[in-house]
């Protein structure tokens, strides 16, 4: 499983709030390179938003949808790059006395990736997710340090 967690030194709302923002998205999900639009709703269930992810040269243009949105504590996302398929990412944000655990689960979900599902994968993911949730972290300490 390709399952990460972090201490964040930084309340559960300081958190949400980043992950609310759809546009701060590119900050912290690793390979995204622009966000084009994101539904004014974002991140109620169903809403989505449009970016463009790749690595060097090779890049593509899809949606992440919000599928569970429970505020302040849990967003499950499905983010498309078709024709791949698209993955399954949970990101789940728990209260550790004053800061915030975070725990971000990510797998293939539908096209090719469930197939192809094996250790050197879940190892790939695994880096993917340390990465993402250090990027989650950096961008929810640029947002707090702004707001002093």
């Known amino acids: ?9 930084y309340e559960p709302d300081a958190v949400w709030s980043v992950l609310a923002d759809g546009s701060s998205y590119a900050e912290w999900v690793v390979g995204t390179k622009e966000i084009h639009s994101v539904d004014e709703n974002w991140p109620r269930v169903g809403s989505s938003l449009r970016f463009t992810a790749g690595l060097g ?5 899809d949606f992440t949808t919000s599928r569970l949105c429970v505020p ?13 398929g698209s993955v399954r990412i949970s990101i789940e944000i728990l209260p550790w ?3 915030s655990v975070v725990i971000i689960d990510e797998h293939p979900l539908r096209g090719p ?18 990465q993402m949730l250090r990027k989650l972290a950096r961008a929810v300490e640029n947002r707090q340090r702004v707001s002093s």
């Open 57 to 61: 040269r090779l890049s593509i243009t």
């Open 1 to 9: 499983m390709a399952v990460r967690n972090a201490l964040i030194p």
């Open 97 to 99: 006395g004053d800061e």
């Open 72 to 84: 302040g504590s849990r967003l499950e996302l499905e983010a498309r790059a078709l024709p791949y």
């Open 113 to 130: 990736g469930p197939l192809l599902e094996n250790p050197l994968v879940e190892f790939g993911l695994t880096i993917r997710n340390r």
